[in-house]
């Protein structure tokens, strides 16, 4: 759960630059403030500001990805609902180490490793830590509190996350539209490829060359096409045609069989014509940016609803999901309940 957040902590700072020596050096402030060394306390235990300070640069670094920024007068409110945020990671982890919950050094590891996997180097790895203002040893705590706060739901939260067949039945009927599989189109095609100039030539005389082999080769390739066509309109095989002709070599050697399709998922000017015939029927030629196609139409697969014993242990996973997520939410809003916890700044 919110382990695979964590290991896309840092995946999305692959292509960064790390900070100068200027920036790095810089006083952490506030709308022009300093943030004192201690931020929070969170029942004796203190949150530090540099903890803070990295949180709120991820923060913004995520806000210009997505065309925001943060004006100065709203940081120190956004800074105190992310040491709010750390307090609850803070209370969660005394939780769990209050019930006996220890993670080894090797299930932190692993997942250390499981992060740095996703960079193309350990140089990579280390820069984007940089660019986070993020040592190793920051990275290993955060992995630590997050295993912390999985196995904390696990044995706090999941035993009482029950699903009725009543409630995924219910799920079922609300949301039918998403467990309804769309009309597709089971179809078969001959295709013959053409080619596009380059235009890379240096002289006007190669490109002229170019011009007219590419002329020539569509050329034949629509004549070709256009033969093959009277010869599907004359009655014969079309896997056979397929089979002797086509240059599709995925589909081919299948008799030119596509699979289901649906319209969507193909060419414009193909889902254009093909919705067009009747089970059986063969369109004329159709052009497209790869060369020439003859589509015929084998089989409408109508829409139909997948049936709920299909889809019942999805629907159960997923409503345990939410319904973990809602018992942990308030299981956490009782600890702070029951916490002292003092924001200093």
């Known amino acids: 759960m919110k382990l695979k957040c964590l290991l896309l902590f ?25 943030v004192p060394d201690v931020v929070a306390i969170v029942n004796g235990a203190p949150l530090l500001s540099r903890v803070l300070e990295r949180d709120l640069f991820a923060f913004r670094f995520r806000a210009r990805q997505t065309g925001k920024e943060i004006k100065p007068a709203d940081e120190i409110t956004i ?3 992310l040491v709010k945020a750390a307090a609850g990671q803070e209370l969660i982890a005394q939780k769990a180490k209050s019930l006996g919950i220890r993670i080894g050094e090797e299930q932190i590891n692993r997942q250390l490793k499981n992060v740095e996997d996703q960079f193309p180097s350990h140089s990579g790895f280390l820069t984007a830590l940089a660019f986070q203002h993020m040592s190793i040893e920051a990275l290993k705590e955060k992995i630590h509190r997050t295993l912390l706060e999985d ?6 939260i999941a035993p009482k996350a029950g699903v009725s067949d009543e409630n995924v039945e219910k799920y079922y009927n609300d949301n039918k539209a998403r467990f309804t599989e769309p009309v597709l189109y089971r179809a078969s095609h001959i295709h013959i490829a053409t080619i596009k100039s380059t235009g890379n030539a240096k002289d006007e005389a190669s490109r002229k060359k170019a011009a007219r082999l590419t002329t020539m080769i569509n050329e034949e390739a629509e004549e070709k096409i256009n033969s093959i066509l009277k010869r599907v309109k004359a009655g014969e095989d079309f896997a056979d045609l397929a089979k002797r002709f086509s240059e599709d070599d995925a589909s081919k050697e299948k008799g030119g069989q596509l699979g289901g399709l649906h319209p969507d998922s193909m060419l414009p000017e193909i889902a254009e014509e093909l919705v067009k015939l009747k089970e059986g029927g063969t369109s004329g030629i159709i052009k497209s940016q790869f060369g020439f196609h003859i589509l015929k139409l084998d ?4 829409s139909q609803l997948i049936p709920l014993p299909e889809t019942k242990t999805d629907i159960m996973n997923l409503l345990l999901k939410m319904k973990t997520r809602h018992l942990f939410k308030a299981y956490l809003a009782d600890l702070e309940k029951k916490a002292e916890i003092q924001i200093l700044f």
Not at 16 to 33: I, M, Q, W, Y
Not at 151 to 156: D, N, Q
Not at 299 to 302: A, L, N, T, V
């Open 10 to 34: 840092l995946s999305f700072l692959l292509p960064v630059s790390v900070l100068s020596a200027e920036e790095r050096k810089e006083p952490f402030t506030l709308n022009g403030k300093p």
């Open 79 to 81: 800074a105190r609902e």
């Open 151 to 156: 196995e904390l739901m696990r044995r706090e």
């Open 299 to 302: 089989e409408i697969i109508p």
